[in-house]
C-alpha cells in the first residue's frame, strides 16, 4: 500500500516547510499548537496525507471513531498531514502528524520525498520540551543549525545530548535529502505541563517568521497569550505559596529542581477546571 495519498499536486515555487509533531517532542502542545494555528490562521489547504498503517503501534495511538452531523460514522487513524498556501510571493508547505512509533528511517525516507516532491528545500522544526523556566519570562527559544543561523536568527545554543524524538531525528537526516533545516524547540515551564501553553506557540511562531522569512500569523496568537496569563495570574493571586515558588523560580531557574506535589497539582487543577 502506498503510504502518501495525494490530495493535490501544486506547483510550487521554492516553498519552505513548518513541521511539528503531537507527542514526546510537544511540551505544552506549544509546537503543534503552533503549526496548527499556522494552517488555518493562513487557510492552508489539504496537501498529502502519509498514512500510519506501517509507522503506529494502535494498542499505544489508537484510532478515533468519528461521528458526523449526518450521523454517519467513520474511523480517523493516526497520520502525519500536509497542507500548503501561498504567503504574499512565500509558498509554505505545513507538516503536522502522531509521533511515529515505528520505523522512523522509512517514516523520514517518505516525509522527505513528498516534501521534495513539490520542491521544498528549506523546513523549520518546532518543537518544545519542559523546562525549569517560569511563565512570567520571555520564553527561551533553543536553536539547532550552524552558528551562523544561530547568530543570525538569535538563538540559544544546545548542549543536549541523549535519548530524542522525531523532531530530532528529523533535524538530523533531513539534510541528507537535501532539505536545509533549522530547528526551534521552546522551554515550557514543568509546573505548567499538564495544560496547553500558547504563549510558547506564539513564541516558536514568530521566531520561525524570522527563520522562513514570511508572516505565519504569529500576531493572531496574542488574545490566546493574554487570556492564558490572565490565567495563571488569578491562580497564582490565589496562592502566596505559589507566588513565592515562581518568584524563587525567576531568580534561580537554572539551578531550581524540579519539584511535584500540591503547587503543581494546584495550578494545573485551577487551568483544567477553567475556574477557581
Do not use: C
Not at 516534501?115 to 523549520?124: E, F, H, R
Not at 533535524?171 to 526551534?184: D, S
Not at 490565567?231 to 531557574?253: C, K, P
Request: hydrophobic letters at 45%; a negative charge; proline letters at 6%.
Amino acid at each position: 500500500m502506498d503510504s502518501v495519498v495525494w490530495h493535490d499536486r501544486p506547483e510550487l515555487d521554492e516553498p519552505v516547510a513548518l513541521i511539528s509533531f503531537l507527542g514526546w517532542n510537544d511540551g505544552g502542545e506549544a509546537a503543534s499548537m503552533a503549526v496548527a494555528h499556522a494552517r488555518e490562521a493562513l487557510s492552508a489547504a489539504p496537501l498529502a496525507t502519509l498514512d500510519h498503517e506501517d509507522y503506529a503501534d494502535f494498542q499505544v495511538t489508537r484510532p478515533d471513531i468519528v461521528v458526523d452531523r449526518g450521523g454517519a460514522r467513520h474511523i480517523d487513524w493516526p497520520s502525519t498531514d500536509f497542507a500548503y498556501t501561498t504567503i504574499g510571493a512565500r509558498d509554505i508547505v505545513f507538516v503536522l502528524g502522531d509521533e511515529p512509533r515505528l520505523k522512523w528511517r522509512s517514516f523520514v525516507s517518505e516525509l522527505a520525498s513528498t516534501l521534495k516532491a513539490v520542491g521544498v528545500g528549506k523546513a523549520a522544526l518546532l518543537g518544545a520540551f519542559v523546562g525549569q523556566v517560569p511563565h512570567t519570562l520571555p520564553v527561551p527559544i533553543i536553536g539547532v543549525a550552524s552558528d551562523a543561523d544561530r547568530a543570525d536568527f538569535d538563538l540559544l545554543p544546545s548542549s543536549y545530548s541523549g535519548p530524542t524524538g522525531i523532531v530530532g531525528v528529523l533535524n538530523g537526516m533531513l539534510p541528507a535529502h537535501g532539505i536545509e533545516v533549522v530547528g526551534l524547540w521552546a522551554a515550557t515551564p514543568h509546573y505548567l505541563a499538564g495544560n496547553e501553553n500558547p504563549k510558547a506557540a506564539q513564541a516558536l511562531l514568530t521566531k520561525a517568521e524570522m527563520v522562513l522569512d514570511v508572516d505565519l500569523g504569529a500576531h493572531k496568537l496574542l488574545p490566546e497569550v493574554d487570556d492564558w496569563v490572565e490565567r495563571v495570574s488569578n491562580a497564582m493571586d490565589g496562592s502566596e505559596e505559589l507566588r513565592g515558588y515562581v518568584e524563587t523560580l525567576e531568580a534561580t531557574a537554572p539551578e531550581i529542581e524540579v519539584e511535584e506535589g500540591d503547587l503543581v497539582d494546584e495550578i494545573e487543577r485551577f487551568l483544567r477546571d477553567g475556574d477557581a
